[in-house]
């Protein structure tokens, strides 16, 4: 009997491990999505600004397509970041919701700031240093909350490398700082999105 009752239990076990394995892939794959979104918007939407200081592509249209792919992706960061979890009740799905609206919340709050900075003089040159930078600190840090959130060391390694670069790139200069960014922002989304859908294959 009571080898009945130990092999009900390590069924009961795999159950619920089964189940929560299940969970997790469900609430990781769309956050392979989500960099590979990043990914093209960086690479492309800085690349468009690098283009433009070399006076190679018009810099209305390079704002209007950085623009366009930057907010694309934080409404995609808020929708997916507010879905991750969506089964659940209670604090985790308070945290998911919290943390997509997050996204929206900080991106209009740093493109505020720089609107203050340019109504008081801040030039256009200096500009074009800070909003970069802005944005990469500003998904640097909503990062590093998902990783403490989730537990997700993909979440924390891009979120310490982001605000690495965030912090490195005013040193280079206008153009050369867009151009890392580009960059950067390729390699950093890219390796998250790969390193991310490798571990649901496990």
Same mark, same amino acid.
């Given at each position: 009997?009571?080898?009945?009752?130990?092999?009900?239990?390590?069924?009961?076990?795999?159950?619920?491990?089964?189940?929560?394995?299940?969970?997790?892939?469900?609430?990781?794959?769309?956050?392979?999505?989500? #960099?590979?979104?990043? %990914?093209? +918007?960086?690479?492309? @939407?800085? /690349?468009? !600004?690098?283009? *433009?200081? =070399?006076?190679?592509?018009?810099?209305?249209?390079?704002?209007?397509?950085?623009?366009?792919?930057?907010?694309?992706?934080?409404?995609?960061?808020?929708?997916?970041?507010?879905?991750?979890?969506?089964?659940?009740?209670?604090?985790?799905?308070?945290?998911?919701?919290?943390?997509?609206?997050?996204?929206?919340?900080?991106?209009?709050?740093?493109?505020?700031?720089?609107?203050?900075?340019?109504?008081?003089?801040?030039?256009?040159?200096?500009?074009?240093? #800070?909003?970069?930078? %802005?944005? +990469?600190?500003?998904? @640097?840090? /909503?990062? !590093?909350?998902? *990783?403490? =959130?989730?537990?997700?060391?993909?979440?924390?390694?891009?979120?310490?490398?982001?605000?690495?670069?965030?912090?490195?790139?005013?040193?280079?200069?206008?153009?050369?700082?867009?151009?890392?960014?580009?960059?950067?922002?390729?390699?950093?989304?890219?390796?998250?999105?790969?390193?991310?859908?490798?571990?649901?294959?496990?």
């Amino acid at each position: 009997m009571n080898e009945n009752i130990s092999a009900d239990a390590r069924d009961m076990l795999d159950l619920i491990d089964g189940q929560q394995r299940r969970v997790d892939r469900e609430n990781r794959l769309p956050v392979v999505w989500l #960099y590979a979104i990043w %990914a093209f +918007a960086w690479l492309v @939407g800085f /690349l468009a !600004l690098y283009l *433009a200081v =070399l006076g190679v592509f018009d810099p209305v249209a390079a704002g209007i397509v950085f623009g366009v792919l930057i907010v694309g992706s934080i409404v995609a960061s808020a929708v997916i970041g507010s879905r991750i979890g969506r089964g659940l009740r209670g604090e985790s799905q308070f945290a998911g919701a919290v943390y997509g609206i997050s996204w929206s919340v900080c991106s209009i709050a740093f493109a505020l700031l720089g609107f203050g900075l340019l109504s008081q003089g801040m030039s256009g040159d200096l500009a074009g240093i #800070y909003f970069p930078s %802005a944005y +990469a600190l500003m998904c @640097g840090t /909503l990062y !590093l909350a998902g *990783a403490a =959130l989730w537990h997700d060391r993909v979440q924390l390694v891009l979120g310490l490398a982001l605000l690495l670069v965030g912090c490195v790139a005013p040193f280079l200069g206008l153009g050369i700082n867009v151009l890392v960014m580009a960059i950067a922002g390729g390699v950093i989304f890219g390796a998250g999105a790969i390193a991310t859908a490798t571990s649901l294959r496990r």
